[in-house]
């Protein structure tokens, strides 16, 4: 690669910068829509594709336009004017929040317009500036390693101040200093982009407000997602990105989600309890009882609990009851608490005759369609794992499993304030006959299949119909703008349908790496500098034989072996992103035929059309395996076209 020169038309500084605030802003704008959304993965797609489809858009645009030298290309203009769309992009995102009620689920259309509103600016001027670059005369190869090349500094950047707690809007601050660098040039053009940088640190507190209709104090930015105490007198409520995590006005669900367990096995020496939400609290009744407790995020943690992944948490004796705290699985973070390759290291845990136990907040009179197959599905599950399966329903819903057997006895061995004067009393036979009917459906929470997917599409369905057909049509947009920007040439097809076979790929990772360690609201920057990464080393490449067959083969197998492994460890989903990238960026450089700029703007649309339809139809459907068996289908016969034209 080239030295970067220190002049305001290097493309290469500019290319570089670009790429830095780029990635920086990403990985920002995810972290800022997961808790505007509520922490819904089935935006994730949504999120990613809406930022590659107006990138492509923009980079289709700048190579179908007469290029200019790159020596008469001025780069001021262009920094200052990502400076201050990604600015405005951060406000626009966090008033997204304010036409809706606290909790209130944000419709598939509104998500779309927030994203719309904030990113497309940002995006399509990046897209611009790359493919005026990539259609300049200048050695295209090397460019597309710079740009990668910032993208990994990007990132990188950003993992390092999150791990120093530094709040979104500073960190978009500090990767726009070196386009504000190229801006001096210009006095106006750098005091206007000074201002927005300042405006967004000055206005940081203020615009945070608007996510949440209650006055917020401080923010905590936690591995999992934004946290937020709310203090009202005496009563205390934390929100994970805009949803209840614990409150100590959950009084009376809580007594029943310890004592009503506890009742089947009041002499129990030993307990765990996963995610603390009061639990140990009303433990602390039991004189005899150790308890251990575990919490996967610090910000939540209290002195004493183990900081350890659940999932691979292996104690030296067993317990005689589990309790988890994880709450209606709502997003893959909780969600990954109920699957049952989870029941399964649970019951390892276990005694002979231990429990395992959690209470969920269903509806007591009527359940909708989403939840009663959400409720199902749970009870199968259970049932897959363990011998008897029983569920007391009073505030919320209380399931135990257990390979021993289980009573229908209440009797409640210490004193509470609600549960044996009030839920216990008001229990009835029917109530809980219908609670402990065999499951009407055989569905199985797994990892490869995530039930908050499938049921959230299901939910959305229902509640959003209008909102889910004009989402539909944007689906259709993206898929002919890619066939009307497409080059219309073998290289144009291969690296298009690779662009969406890296789509569905990326999302499916990230959702599997969601699924297992909940949290992708602080390591998608690590997991973006994986792929950026090997994009950088793929520009090395010469040459990529088979590319298309190696990319669906490369999807296929390491997506299947993320799936076999119980627990994949954290560095596998690093490098196996980095290899997807190598593969990718080196099909790209090493097509001679094609200019880069075209093939740029086919990959990120590609990888648009993948991402908007894998998490939001693919994977909640079908599953993750079926998906990427079909991306080996797929890129095989590309490649069987291309060799016999």
Not at 243 to 248: A, C, E, G, I, W
Not at 403 to 416: C, E, I, N, R, Y
Request: overall charge positive; aromatic content about 10%; some cysteine.
């Amino acid at each position: 690669m080239p030295c970067i020169s220190r002049s305001s038309s290097s493309p290469a500084l500019l290319i570089f910068s670009a790429g830095v605030f780029s990635a920086a802003v990403q990985s920002v704008y995810f972290r800022e829509c997961l808790s505007v959304f509520s922490g819904n993965e089935i935006s994730i797609g949504m999120i990613l594709s809406v930022w590659l489809a107006c990138t492509g858009l923009g980079t289709a645009l700048a190579a179908r336009a007469r290029a200019e030298k790159t020596r008469s290309f001025n780069a001021r203009t262009p920094a200052a004017l990502l400076i201050i769309a990604a600015i405005a992009g951060m406000f626009l995102v966090r008033a997204g929040r304010l036409p809706l009620l606290q909790g209130q689920t944000v419709s598939p259309l509104a998500m779309l317009g927030i994203l719309m509103a904030s990113e497309a600016p940002v995006t399509v001027i990046n897209g611009y500036v790359l493919g005026r670059l990539f259609s300049s005369g200048q050695n295209s190869r090397q460019l597309y390693g710079w740009e990668n090349s910032g993208g990994v500094a990007g990132a990188l950047c950003v993992y390092a101040c999150i791990l120093l707690f530094v709040h979104n809007s500073f960190i978009v601050v500090f990767a726009a200093l070196p386009l504000l660098w190229l801006c001096l040039g210009s006095p106006w053009q750098f005091a206007v982009a000074a201002a927005a940088l300042v405006a967004l640190w000055a206005l940081d507190g203020p615009s945070i407000q608007w996510k949440y209709n209650v006055p917020v104090n401080r923010i905590l930015y936690g591995h999992e997602g934004e946290i937020v105490p709310v203090v009202s007198g005496k009563d205390t409520t934390f929100l994970q990105n805009g949803v209840v995590y614990k409150s100590n006005l959950q009084k009376p669900a809580l007594e029943q989600a310890v004592h009503i367990p506890m009742a089947q096995r009041p002499s129990e020496k030993q307990a765990l309890v996963i995610l603390d939400r009061g639990h140990c609290a009303e433990l602390a009744k039991y004189s005899s009882l150790a308890v251990t407790d575990i919490e996967t995020e610090p910000k939540l943690a209290r002195k004493g609990s183990l900081l350890v992944s659940p999932e691979t948490f292996l104690p030296a004796e067993k317990f005689g009851i589990v309790f988890i705290g994880a709450g209606v699985p709502r997003s893959a973070v909780e969600n990954r608490f109920y699957t049952e390759s989870f029941f399964r290291h649970v019951k390892s845990l276990l005694a002979d005759s231990g429990i395992v136990t959690f209470t969920l907040a269903f509806s007591e009179n009527y359940m909708s369609p989403p939840e009663k197959k959400m409720y199902d599905a749970l009870h199968a599950t259970l049932g897959a794992v363990f011998k008897n399966v029983l569920v007391f329903p009073g505030e919320g819903y209380t399931f135990m499993a257990s390979d021993a057997s289980l009573a229908k006895t209440w009797k409640v061995p210490v004193g509470t304030e609600y549960l044996s004067s009030t839920i216990i009393p008001g229990l009835s036979e029917e109530r809980l006959a219908e609670a402990n009917k065999k499951p009407s459906n055989e569905l199985i929470n797994t990892k490869d299949r995530p039930l908050t997917l499938f049921l959230g599409l299901q939910t959305w369905l229902e509640l959003f119909k209008n909102s889910v057909v004009l989402l539909a049509v944007f689906l259709f947009v993206v898929c002919a703008a890619v066939i009307w920007f497409l080059p219309k040439t073998r290289e144009g097809l291969s690296v298009a349908t690779s662009g969406l076979a890296i789509g569905l790929y990326s999302v499916s990772l990230l959702l599997m790496y969601q699924a297992t360690y909940g949290a992708l609201y602080s390591r998608v920057s690590l997991l973006l500098v994986a792929l950026t990464a090997g994009f950088a080393l793929g520009a090395l490449v010469k040459k990529l034989p088979f590319s298309d067959s190696a990319i669906g083969l490369y999807c296929a197998g390491s997506l299947a072996l993320l799936w076999a492994i119980p627990c994949p460890p954290a560095f596998l989903f690093y490098l196996l992103h980095a290899g997807m990238g190598v593969l990718g960026g080196g099909q790209i450089v090493s097509r001679q035929s094609t200019g880069i700029g075209p093939l740029y703007a086919a990959d990120v649309f590609g990888g648009a059309m993948g991402m908007a339809l894998c998490s939001t139809v693919l994977v909640p459907l079908f599953g993750i395996l079926p998906v990427a068996m079909g991306i080996c289908v797929m890129k095989v016969i590309v490649e069987i076209v291309n060799v016999r034209n």
